[in-house]
């Protein structure tokens, strides 16, 4: 009832028509009318791990009636984005069913990411589809790498690609999603090697094998003097990423020349949120 009530006051008209893309020129994103989307966000990474439905409900109502449009959403929370380490929800809902054996040194569980739980993940789809019912864009991030990067090095390339895939396929139809992969990733949060970039790479081309609908963006550092800094200064994601991302301002005042792959419009973070 609480869920009705507080979407009864919104107009239908008002919401967007996602997925959204890229505009004619390539410096701004647009819906399937065509209609410019400039986004307005907020930055609750750790909902879909530390909200009940009801609870997602009143903060996606608050946020509509200040006049945002986007919230940033981590499919997988634990310690680094403000949950447990062993990624269950508040009411103890494990993302996945298996382990690959102890924890990972930051203290996450080394889940096995080829098992995932049922429960959870329809947890996951009802957060989702409730930002939607309030016409929100999503930011999705499918496995953010403060906490999991050292759980996909245990899972490896190959289970990181099948978990890429599992994830596209279920939300290749949720229209509200912008893949945003990483999160302060590079130095000195995480290393940005070939090796780690290979598994969280894998990630976002296992999507792409069953999603060719929505667009990719990457977050890579907080550092702005530390490269890489913009989505387009790590060339191994120039292929996959439609939305060129950068954590605050300063860096987005700087020249840069866009490499000549395909459109992109520029998404800026900022450390208060979106």
């Known amino acids: 009832m609480l869920v009705t009530l507080l979407l009864a006051s919104r107009p239908a008209n ?5 997925p959204l893309t890229v505009g ?17 966000g907020e930055s609750p990474q750790s909902m879909i791990g530390n909200l009940s439905l009801d609870e997602a409900s009143v903060f996606f109502a608050d946020r509509v009636s200040h006049g ?4 940033l959403i981590d499919l997988l929370c634990a310690a680094y984005t403000g949950c447990r380490g062993d990624g269950t929800t508040l009411d103890g809902i494990a993302p996945f069913l298996a382990t690959l054996g102890d924890p990972t040194p930051n203290g996450t569980t080394a889940w096995d990411l080829t098992t995932p739980n049922p429960a959870y993940f329809a947890r996951a789809d009802a957060i989702v589809q409730l930002a939607a019912q309030y016409g929100l864009l999503v930011l999705f991030d499918p496995i953010e790498t403060g906490s999991w990067l050292e759980v996909l090095q245990v899972n490896g390339t190959a289970r990181a690609r099948a978990f890429g895939q599992f ?3 279920r939300y290749r139809s949720q229209p509200n999603i912008v893949w945003f992969h990483g999160n302060d990733y590079g130095p000195p949060h995480a290393d940005l090697s070939q ?7 894998a990630v976002a081309l296992g999507i792409r094998d069953v999603d060719a609908s929505h667009l990719h963006t990457v977050l890579f550092n907080t550092n702005t003097n530390l490269p890489p800094v913009l989505s387009t200064d790590d060339t191994r994601w120039l292929p996959i990423i439609g939305l060129n991302a950068v954590y605050t301002y300063q860096a987005a005042t700087k020249p840069y020349s866009p490499p000549p ?6 998404l800026r973070m900022r450390s208060s949120g979106l």
């Open 68 to 71: 945002f449009n986007t919230v």
């Open 167 to 169: 994830v596209g396929d």
């Open 261 to 266: 792959l395909g459109r992109r419009a520029s």
């Open 195 to 201: 090796a780690n970039d290979d598994l969280v790479t």
């Open 24 to 40: 004619p020129t390539g410096r701004y994103l647009v819906d399937q009318n065509g209609t410019p989307f400039l986004m307005a």
């Open 14 to 18: 008002a919401d967007p028509v996602y």
